[in-house]
C-alpha cells in the first residue's frame, strides 16, 4: 500500500469547516483513499473513501485532487465531538487481504 | 445498527497467563480483523480471516497468538503466554465483502499485563 503524509495536528474553530490534507504521491490507479477517525482511546470509526471523484456523505466530503496525489477530508461544520485522530489511508481492494495500514494520523482540536 | 461487539473491556493478567478476547462481528460480514494499539502508538494490524482461515498476518502476530471462529458468531484471539509488552488495546474489526467494504471496529479491549 502506498504511504501517506499528514500533518501531525491542526485546529479549527467549533463551527466553522475543518479541512484536513493528506498527501499520497505514490499511489497506484487501484487504490482508494480512505478516511478513519479515532476518538479518544476509541475504535477506528469509518468516514469515507473515493478513488477519483470527489465524494460526500452525511459525514464528510472527499475531495481528491486530478493527478489523485493529494486530497483533502472536510468537515463542513465542525463541533467539539469531531476532535480525535484521522487517518488518511489508501488501501487496494484485493479481497480477504485488503487490510488498513494505520500511519500516525493528523490529530485535530476543534476549539469552541 | 449493527456494530461489533467486544469482551472484556477491560482484562489484568499476570504475566506468562493465558488471554482469550472475544469479539462479535456483524452477522452478515464474512472477514474479521485483530488489530492493536500500544498506548500513545499507531494502530497495528495483527491478522486476517476469512472462510475460516488466517489469509494474512503481521509479524507481530506469533506463534503466541491464535485466532478462532468456534461457532459461526463469535471470532477470538488468544494469547498463550502472556508478556509485558503485549499490554494494549486489542480490536477486532469486520467487513461485510470484498472491494471496498470499510471495516468496522469494536471499542476495543484493554489488555494490562503486569
Known amino acids: 500500500d502506498a504511504k501517506t503524509t499528514q500533518p501531525t495536528s491542526m485546529d479549527c474553530a467549533e463551527g466553522r469547516a475543518a479541512n484536513l490534507p493528506c498527501n499520497h504521491s505514490?499511489?497506484?490507479?487501484?487504490?482508494?483513499v480512505y478516511w478513519y477517525r479515532q476518538i479518544h482511546s476509541q475504535g477506528p470509526q469509518y468516514i469515507i473513501h473515493g478513488l477519483k471523484n470527489n465524494e460526500t456523505n452525511e459525514m464528510a466530503s472527499l475531495i481528491i485532487t486530478e493527478d489523485r496525489k493529494s486530497s483533502t477530508l472536510i468537515l463542513p461544520h465542525a463541533t467539539l465531538r469531531d476532535t480525535a485522530v484521522y487517518y488518511c489511508?489508501?488501501?487496494?481492494?484485493?479481497?480477504?487481504?485488503?487490510?488498513?495500514?494505520f500511519g500516525k494520523g493528523i490529530t485535530l482540536s476543534v476549539r469552541p | 445498527e449493527p456494530e461489533v461487539t467486544q469482551t472484556p473491556s477491560h482484562q489484568v493478567t499476570q504475566m506468562g497467563q493465558e488471554v482469550i478476547l472475544r469479539c462479535v462481528p456483524i452477522?452478515?460480514?464474512?472477514?474479521f480483523y485483530w488489530y492493536r494499539q500500544i498506548l500513545g502508538q499507531k494502530v497495528e494490524f495483527l491478522v486476517s480471516f476469512y472462510n475460516n482461515e488466517i489469509s494474512e498476518k503481521s509479524e507481530i502476530f506469533d506463534d503466541q497468538f491464535s485466532v478462532e471462529r468456534p461457532d459461526g458468531s463469535n471470532f477470538t484471539l488468544k494469547i498463550r503466554s502472556t508478556k509485558l509488552e503485549d499490554s494494549a488495546m486489542y480490536f477486532c474489526a469486520s467487513r461485510r465483502e470484498e472491494g471496498t467494504g470499510e471495516l468496522f471496529f469494536g471499542e476495543g479491549s484493554r489488555l494490562t499485563v503486569l
Open positions: 489511508i489508501v488501501r487496494v481492494e484485493t479481497g480477504a487481504n485488503s487490510k488498513l495500514t
Open positions: 452477522s452478515n460480514h464474512l472477514y
Open positions: 505514490t499511489i497506484s490507479g487501484n487504490e482508494y
